[in-house]
Every structure is written in structure tokens, then in C-alpha cells.
């Protein structure tokens, strides 16, 4: 397990027994706090329903209703955070909404005992001080300033550690990593060419050189954003592409990325017509294969 930093972002790494690297991007202090303050909204909007009924009900002795309401927070809080986790995989409604989940550090299975703990932890880190807080008119010189050094602490260990862990996660062996949501790509044959864009030809011959192994690759290509039109990467594979093909027509500077547009749309149409007879081409040996395979019979 390691860590890194792509584009910007902390990124943790694990790899399983099975071998292949897992990479989950640590979660901003800002999606968290952003998190919190919205299942704080909310666990407050069910304490205070919960209040009003044990007060307007009345069938419980006053001393006995005081109680209660004082241990709402706690009684709502956290089986809201415990229960969310739980059956959410690492996500209550707030993490939901900013992108964020809780996941193992050790890279296994999250356990309900860690979510307990770390959210158990959230109400020495978070609540009990904020409490106390509440209650600064009453109290002692010393007993705020312990309380304002706590909560400096709490502050102080996500934004200190690489991991952003607060204590509850150090305690409990977890992380808070981004969880991004899935969104579908475009179609990339069904784009329309502009009006003002030179039109390519592909005959069948151009088309009969490459296979499904260099059109996956050549997708890949026109899907990374960080390639503008006037990249020399873009003019090398037009530059062989032309080359391997023997297209005769010339590609000017700056007609490069729409010359690969054309010629994936092309290749696809041709590819996906062949399958349809029966005929499948992995990659750009497909002819060499079939010519051996013809010697051995």
C-alpha cells in the first residue's frame, strides 16, 4: 500500500492478493466538513421531531421527558451514523451527497466494528466539545480553555497527517476517499463531423489493416482530453496510421484529430459489418494469421 499525488489529489494505492492495484483518491477536507454539517442538518431535523413528540405527548413525568431530551442527540446521532454506514457500505447521506465514503485503510472488507468506532469517536472528537461550548457562560477559565484545545487537536490531526485521517479513523483503521459517480461516455462513432471539416474517404483496403485490439487503443486516444488538435502525439499515429493503411490523400496541420475521428467511425462501421458474417479481427496481425493457418491445411 502507498500514496501519491495525481492532478492535485492525494491518491491511495492497495493491492489485493489477487494482484491488481486499487487506487482510491483520499477525500478533501472540504467534501468531509461539507458532509458533516449536512448530517448535522439532518439528525437535527429528526432530535427536534423527536423532541416535540415526547413533549407534546406528555405521558412521561417531566424529570423523566428532560432526561430524554437532553440524550436525544446521542440516541439519534449515532444509530443514524452507525446504521447509515452499515447499510450504505461507508456512506450516510451526507457523504452521499458530496461523493465520499469510508473504506478500510487495510484495504479488506469495512467491518461494523469499525464504523462503530469511529463514529462512537466522532462524539468525544466532535460533539461532546461542541456541547460544552454551548454551555462556555457556565463554565470555568480552564475547563474552556481545555475544551478549545481539544477541539484544536480534532482540527489539527486531519490537516496534519497525509491521510486526512481524524482520530476516529486512526483508532478505527479507515479512510474517507472520494467516491465518484459513474457517467457514461459519449458514443464516439455517433459524433457529428462540422460542416467546415475536410471529408476522408476510407476504402475497403484502408480498412482491412487494423483490428478490435487498435481501434480499442485508438478510442483510448481520442478520449483523453489532455490531447489537443496540435499535438505531436495526435501527428506521429496520424503519421502511421497513414503510413501502415496507405491512405494517398494528404493530412494537413490542424486536420489530424478530425482525420482520426473519421477514420475510428470508419473503422468501427467496417469491423462491426464483418462480425455480422461471422468474420472477427483482434488486432493488425489478423492477415499474417490467417495466411499461416492456411499453409498448415
Not at 38 to 64: E, Q, R, W
Not at 111 to 133: D, G, S
Not at 148 to 176: E, H, K, S, Y
Request: with cysteine; net charge positive.
Amino acid at each position: 500500500m502507498n500514496q501519491s499525488v495525481q492532478d492535485g489529489n492525494r491518491v491511495e494505492q492497495f493491492i489485493p492478493p489477487e494482484g491488481v492495484p486499487i487506487s482510491f483518491a483520499i477525500g478533501s477536507i472540504g467534501s468531509r466538513l461539507g458532509a458533516q454539517i449536512l448530517d448535522i442538518i439532518f439528525t437535527g431535523i429528526l432530535i427536534f421531531i423527536c423532541a416535540f413528540v415526547i413533549a407534546f405527548t406528555g405521558i412521561l413525568p417531566s424529570n423523566v421527558e428532560m432526561m430524554l431530551i437532553i440524550l436525544l442527540g446521542f440516541l439519534v446521532r449515532t444509530p443514524y451514523y452507525i446504521l447509515s454506514e452499515l447499510i450504505w457500505n461507508g456512506r450516510t447521506l451526507g457523504k452521499k451527497i458530496t461523493g465520499i465514503r469510508v473504506i478500510n485503510a487495510g484495504g479488506r472488507r469495512l467491518t461494523p466494528h469499525q464504523v462503530t468506532a469511529r463514529n462512537l469517536m466522532k462524539e468525544v472528537e466532535i460533539f461532546a466539545p461542541m456541547t460544552l461550548l454551548a454551555s462556555i457562560a457556565t463554565q470555568s477559565g480552564l475547563e474552556n480553555a481545555l475544551t478549545c484545545a481539544w477541539l484544536l487537536v480534532v482540527v489539527i490531526v486531519p490537516l496534519a497527517n497525509r491521510r486526512r485521517q481524524r482520530l476516529g479513523d486512526i483508532i478505527a483503521g479507515t479512510l474517507v476517499v472520494d467516491n465518484p459517480r459513474s457517467v457514461l461516455l459519449s458514443d464516439l462513432a455517433l459524433s457529428a463531423p462540422a460542416a467546415s471539416q475536410p471529408d476522408f474517404e476510407f476504402l475497403p483496403e484502408h480498412l482491412d489493416v487494423y483490428g478490435k485490439y487498435e481501434l480499442q487503443t485508438l478510442e483510448d486516444v481520442l478520449r483523453d482530453t489532455t490531447k489537443s488538435r496540435k499535438s505531436e502525439e495526435i501527428a506521429q499515429i496520424v503519421r502511421t496510421i497513414t503510413r501502415r493503411i496507405q491512405y494517398p490523400d494528404t493530412v494537413k496541420p490542424g486536420q489530424e484529430l478530425f482525420f482520426l475521428k473519421e477514420f475510428y467511425r470508419a473503422q468501427r462501421e467496417h469491423l462491426e459489418s464483418l462480425k455480422l458474417f461471422g468474420t472477427l479481427r483482434e488486432n493488425k496481425y489478423h492477415e499474417h494469421t490467417r495466411t499461416e493457418a492456411t499453409k498448415l491445411v
